[in-house]
């Protein structure tokens, strides 16, 4: 079954990043989009950005521009997001997704299980 | 503060019929599909309407969505305690370089 598998919690201090990982399995990898969506404790969803894994092309957010990067590994069928520069602001469950449709009228369809990231001194 | 905007909660007894707005704009409702999710506790969001009205493979037909210019519903009907969870909608919107847009999610409790 399509399925994404995150990478384990994570605890980080200020200023410092981190890189979560994001394992596809049961379809073609490069066929579709991954986006990153976090979630502060108690709050709602926020979308990060997208990376298409055939061509390597990403568009971020307009909030974490220079602080984000989307990257994958086609060989193993992994997307990446990293996050630098971390403040208190940034613990939240990171959510990767894989889009699907085409154009604009598409969803996402399955999640990952999530990876709680914690910032604190 | 979202793009889209949900009432924080609603409530309704079993069996019964509830139905959750999602208000939004010519540049991102008004242009594009709905799409709404489910977070029940402690769990990833779950895709449930697709392409404003769509159910996907597996999700019960007691779910319904429906949209009207900027506007868009979620309807759950005969209601059942396990559809107590956080309900969310989401549509791409076409301002400055484009990004999905989220509402604030909706808390159903059956009573």
């Known amino acids: 079954q399509v399925q994404l598998v995150q990478s384990g919690a994570e605890v980080k201090k200020p200023g410092a990043s981190v890189k979560v990982s994001c394992k596809a399995s049961?379809?073609?990898?490069?066929?579709?989009?991954i986006n990153w969506v976090r979630q502060a404790t108690g709050q709602g969803l926020e979308w990060m950005g997208w990376?298409?894994?055939?061509?390597?092309?990403?568009g971020y957010a307009q909030k974490f521009q220079g602080r984000v990067t989307m990257t994958r590994n086609t060989s193993i069928s992994t997307a990446y997001m990293e996050l630098s520069s971390l403040r208190s602001e940034d613990t939240a469950v990171y959510y990767c997704?894989?889009?699907?449709?085409?154009?604009?009228?598409?969803?996402?369809?399955?999640w990952g299980q999530g990876t709680l990231v914690t910032v604190s001194s | 503060q979202s793009v889209l905007t949900q009432p924080p909660s609603v409530s309704e007894a079993p069996r019964q019929r509830v139905t959750i707005s999602c208000s939004g704009s010519?540049?991102?409702?008004?242009?594009?599909?709905v799409n709404w999710y489910q977070q029940l506790p402690g769990k990833a969001p779950k895709l449930l309407i697709y392409y404003d009205d769509l159910l996907p493979s597996g999700v019960s037909d007691r779910f319904s969505g429906s949209k009207s210019g900027t506007s868009a519903s979620l309807a759950i009907s005969g209601l059942q305690s396990e559809d107590e969870a956080d309900y969310y909608c989401?549509?791409?919107?076409?301002?400055?370089?484009?990004?999905?847009?989220f509402g604030g999610g909706t808390k159903l409790t059956v009573l």
């Open positions: 049961g379809y073609t990898f490069t066929s579709y989009d």
């Open positions: 010519s540049s991102n409702i008004g242009n594009n599909a």
């Open positions: 990376m298409n894994p055939n061509s390597g092309n990403t």
């Open positions: 989401a549509a791409w919107d076409d301002s400055l370089n484009g990004s999905w847009v």
């Open positions: 997704a894989r889009e699907c449709g085409s154009g604009t009228k598409n969803w996402f369809d399955p």
